[in-house]
């Protein structure tokens, strides 16, 4: 990897839209600041217009979806596209229910999204590929994730990352597996989500080149929960869930540039 867009980020301090879910608003907001840089969470339908405006990326979570909250994401996502701010899709549990399904369907349709990360359920859900889902959970599935990131990337013309124990990243002619990480993330919730909203910051500050902002922020961030997870027990979730956020502000890209495991495939 030959970027160092996290120095950027920390220069910069750009700032970041989330239309978030209930369950993760705070910690999104903390591991943005951590970091290095600035949350706003809104849901506001008379400020979806405004924010774009005034923000470096926005970043749209159907985790706890609600009718008025997809008005608001769709004014915000036009509004984004109009200003030509980054706009990145996590499909919070989109494979499990039908209104969450269709609401997807119409976001892409609609906005123009620069990145969509989730996980490899949520992935092969938007893909039409077999996978047994469970909830916001990762599930069971032996669907080839190098494909379906490809194909969603070439489908949507945008960058796709898939997470979990190897992360894909993909723009539909680059494509990345990133095996840095720890068994704990999944144990705590919001890990996923603060992802997508890591991602919208690296984005921010290089809207140009996306699949290796993409790729920098997948890295940074699995390294940071690599390296939170080094002294604890598996089963000190609770530790991990605010040591996650320590080593995000502690993370220096020298240690990124060493301990990256990334192959192109
Ligand atoms: N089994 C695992 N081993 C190592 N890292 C993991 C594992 N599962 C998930 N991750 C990491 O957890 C972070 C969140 O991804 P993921 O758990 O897939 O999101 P979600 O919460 O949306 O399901 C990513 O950085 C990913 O690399
Ligand atoms: C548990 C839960 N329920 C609705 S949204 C949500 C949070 C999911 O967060 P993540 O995908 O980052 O684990
Ligand atoms: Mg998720």
Known sequence: MKTNYLNRIRQQNPLIHNITNIVVANYVANGLLALGASPIMSSAIEEMEELPAICNALVINIGTLTAEQVNAM???????????????????GVGATTFRRQIVTRLLAEISFSAIRGNAAEMACLANADWQSKGVDVGKGEADLNEIA????????????????????????????????????????GSGCLLSAVCG???????????????????????????????????????????LLDHLAALDSSQIHRLARISHV
């Open 74 to 92: 769709l004014s915000a996502g036009k509004a984004a596209n109009r200003h030509h701010i980054p706009v990145v899709l996590d499909p919070v």
């Open 150 to 189: 490809n194909t969603l990337a070439q489908q949507y013309q945008c960058t796709v990352v898939i997470s979990g124990e190897v992360d894909v990243v993909s723009d539909g002619r680059q494509l990345a597996n990133i095996r840095n990480g720890t068994a704990l993330f999944p144990k705590i919730t």
């Open 201 to 243: 910051a690296f984005l921010a500050v290089a809207p140009q080149d996306g699949f290796n902002a993409a790729l920098e922020a997948c890295t940074a961030y699995a390294i940071a929960g690599e390296l939170a997870a080094q002294p604890l027990l598996p089963q000190q979730h609770g530790q991990f869930y605010t040591a």
